[in-house]
């Protein structure tokens, strides 16, 4: 009898996401001279249609947030929430 060989080890680790599908490089060359030639509209601007007071608002508001939660935490209380996400993390639920 031969021997099997062995099963590679199982990944620790969290799967990666799948990438963003890129569109084609020529495609994306070929948009980006006509708009710098003003054959083709400009790519639309994200924020565009948003408040600019309630995007800064927002954004202030998720720089601190975490920081700020941690700060009325227990010890206690961040233990748990550190329990809790590394076994989330290693996939221990």
């Known amino acids: 009898m031969a021997k099997q060989p062995k099963k590679?080890?199982?990944a620790t680790s969290k799967p990666t996401?799948?990438?963003?599908?890129?569109?084609d490089v020529n495609t994306l060359a070929a948009r980006i001279v006509?708009?710098?030639?003003?054959?083709a509209p400009k790519t639309p601007?994200?924020?565009?249609?948003?408040?600019?007071?309630?995007?800064?608002?927002g954004r202030k508001?998720?720089?601190?947030?975490?920081k700020a939660r941690a700060?009325?935490?227990?010890?206690?209380?961040?233990?748990?929430?550190a329990k809790k996400a590394a076994a989330v993390r290693w996939g221990k639920v």
Do not use: H
């Open 71 to 81: 700060a009325k935490m227990t010890k206690k209380e961040k233990t748990a929430a």
């Open 61 to 66: 508001g998720g720089l601190k947030g975490g």
């Open 45 to 57: 601007d994200p924020d565009a249609g948003k408040d600019p007071a309630a995007v800064s608002l």
């Open 8 to 10: 590679p080890a199982k």
């Open 17 to 23: 996401k799948t990438p963003k599908v890129r569109s």
């Open 34 to 39: 006509a708009e710098a030639t003003g054959e």
